[in-house]
């Protein structure tokens, strides 16, 4: 399958830091990224799609100036979430998928975010 | 609105078979994806389906009723490697994918 590279795997940070996570397309060009936010023990909620060229579409409660997303070409995204918070720790995947259906989407290694 | 049902959790033998099922309701239907997610891991592509039936992979079958709304994933021979979490997702009119809340599987020896 094709691949995603998402870096950094882990990060620690403090409190009222930002900390920017990249998702990259190795061998593929992503028309359309996806992150996602996980909790221990629970599935994958989304938090934004983005399309190459254009603005992140966020899902409902996830504020759009905390989490701010990039899409600046067709195989890097970035995510940067701003003035991190304790109850930001979480693990973060993105996934990124070619152009048409279906295209399965591939899923980056993921970001464990600890903010302390 | 949408809605993908799983089993939160299920546990199976080692050796045996499981069936991991998942019923949705979406507005519109372009597909059924199932994933594998091992613990502190990403998802990882198990299949596809978009047509009423079986698709056999392996060890891994999955099979589709689109009138029923209703999906299962199949384990044949079942080892302790397939401890994981299992999610199905499907496509709805816009293509966007839809998650279930995955069904954890823990393998006894």
């Known amino acids: 399958g094709a691949v995603v590279s998402q870096h950094p795997s882990w990060v620690i940070c403090k409190s009222g830091t930002s900390v920017k996570i990249e998702c990259r397309s190795l061998d593929f060009q992503a028309t359309t990224m996806f992150w996602y936010r996980q909790f221990p023990k629970q599935s994958l909620m989304l938090m934004a799609t983005?399309?190459?060229?254009?603005?992140?579409?966020?899902e409902q409660g996830v504020e759009k100036d905390k989490f701010l997303i990039n899409h600046a070409s067709l195989t890097l995204s970035t995510l940067t979430v701003t003035s991190a918070h304790p109850e930001d720790s979480s693990f973060y995947i993105c996934?990124?998928?070619?152009?048409?259906?279906?295209?399965?989407?591939?899923f980056g290694q993921g970001t464990r975010l600890t903010v302390v | 609105g949408q809605n993908i049902d799983q089993p939160t959790e299920m546990t199976a033998t080692e050796g045996a078979i499981v069936q991991i099922n998942c019923t949705y309701q979406t507005s519109g239907f372009n597909g059924l994806f199932w994933y594998q997610q091992h613990a502190g891991e990403a998802p990882t592509f198990l299949s596809y389906?978009?047509l009423d039936g079986l698709e056999e992979k392996g060890r891994f079958s999955s099979f589709l009723s689109r009138s029923k709304g209703y999906s299962y994933l199949l384990l044949k021979e079942l080892q302790m490697k397939d401890s994981a979490s299992y999610l199905c997702?499907?496509?709805?009119?816009?293509?966007?994918?839809?998650w279930g809340a995955g069904t954890k599987l823990i393998i006894k020896p």
């Open positions: 983005s399309n190459e060229g254009s603005k992140a579409t966020y």
């Open positions: 389906n978009v």
């Open positions: 996934s990124a998928k070619a152009e048409g259906w279906p295209r399965e989407a591939f």
């Open positions: 997702a499907v496509g709805d009119s816009n293509y966007q994918l839809i």
